[in-house]
């Protein structure tokens, strides 16, 4: 398939429990995107990566999140010691430079 | 905390009606985007206004971006149940790749 596709579709962990959470963007596009959308709300900026680098992380709630974009293309974006508040949907896009954004259909993360 | 206002929340009308959704924010963008959003999918863009003052008709919609370039509307003519979705308006600022999202109308059409 030509999207982003991002797995697993759904995890569910128990609370204090690490999670990963993968994104395999467009293939060339070097703008990669995490967002996180809670319950009733629009998505929330979490990270942004230009290349292997992380361009601005300002979102990241915590030092308990954590993304990686090694070689440019897939990423991952890590959490430790889960939170019940941590449950979202969590969502990956990516793009051209700056270009448009497109979506993957989100990873539902549910902390027990 | 959203830092674009969407009104209103929700929106149930019947097929063939008319609605508009709002999007209001304090803040300057240098370009606003329109998304719609399914269950169990990422939200796609439907549009980007650019110009204060901007108008831009997508089929049976409408968008427009408020002259100070800090609001903007979506005006959807004669609803059709695949209309049926999540709005969502995002702001851009020059020089950002993130986007600030509102929270959203969830627009629902009977047949």
Known sequence: ?112 | TQLLEQSPQFLSIQEGENLTVYCNSSSVFSSLQWYRQEPGEGPVLLVTVVTGGEVKKLKRLTFQFGDARKDSSLHITAAQPGDTGLYLCAGVSLGWGKLQFGAGTQVVVTP
């Open chain 1, 1 to 112: 398939g030509a999207g982003v596709s991002q797995t697993p579709s759904n995890k569910v962990t128990e609370k204090g429990k690490y999670v990963e959470l993968r994104c395999d963007p467009i293939s060339g596009h070097t703008a990669l995107y995490w967002y996180r959308q809670s319950l009733g709300q629009g998505p929330e900026f979490l990270i942004y990566f230009q290349g292997t680098g992380a361009a601005d992380d300002s979102g990241l709630p915590n030092d308990r999140f954590f993304a990686v974009r090694p070689e440019g293309s897939v990423s991952t974006l890590k959490i430790q010691r889960t939170e019940r508040g941590d449950s979202a949907v969590y969502l990956c896009a990516s793009s051209s430079y700056t270009d448009t954004q497109y979506f993957g259909p989100g990873t539902r993360l549910t902390v027990l």
